[in-house]
């Protein structure tokens, strides 16, 4: 069982920066993918980015690449999400989740544990 908790979240102006934090709890973490998703009002949940088990291979949505960043800090239990030149469109609840397998996916289904969320709000 992985139990995950995000941080970081907050109201930015258009051009700001925020850094996630998703920290887990659970002994799988090290051998886990990490994802982070987000979802605006009234949309589906999408992709961000992705890392893989060791954090030698990461992978973006097309949306996010250049200005977000993703990391991991395997003995501190924690996922990052390091976030650059926001815009008013990733104004949106962000989620990280864990995945049993090892390799990056950008899949949603392919996660086994999702976080409660942390809200971004970039005005403009």
């Known amino acids: 069982q992985v139990q995950l908790v995000e941080s970081g979240g907050g109201l930015v102006q258009a051009g700001g920066s925020l850094r996630l934090s998703c920290t887990a709890s659970?002994?799988?973490?090290?051998?886990?993918?990490m994802g982070w998703f987000r979802q605006a009002p009234g949309k589906e949940r999408e992709f961000v980015a992705t890392?893989?088990?060791?954090?030698?291979?990461?992978y973006y949505a097309t949306s996010v690449k250049g200005r977000f960043t993703v990391a991991r800090d395997n003995a501190k239990n924690t996922v990052y999400l390091q976030m650059n030149g926001l815009k008013p469109e990733d104004t949106a609840v962000y989620y990280c989740?864990?995945?049993?397998?090892?390799?990056?996916?950008?899949?949603?289904?392919?996660?086994?544990?999702w976080g409660q969320g942390t809200q971004v709000t970039v005005s403009s």
């Open positions: 659970g002994r799988t973490f090290s051998r886990s993918a």
């Open positions: 890392i893989n088990w060791s954090g030698a291979f990461t």
């Open positions: 989740a864990a995945s049993a397998a090892q390799l990056t996916t950008a899949t949603a289904a392919r996660y086994d544990y």
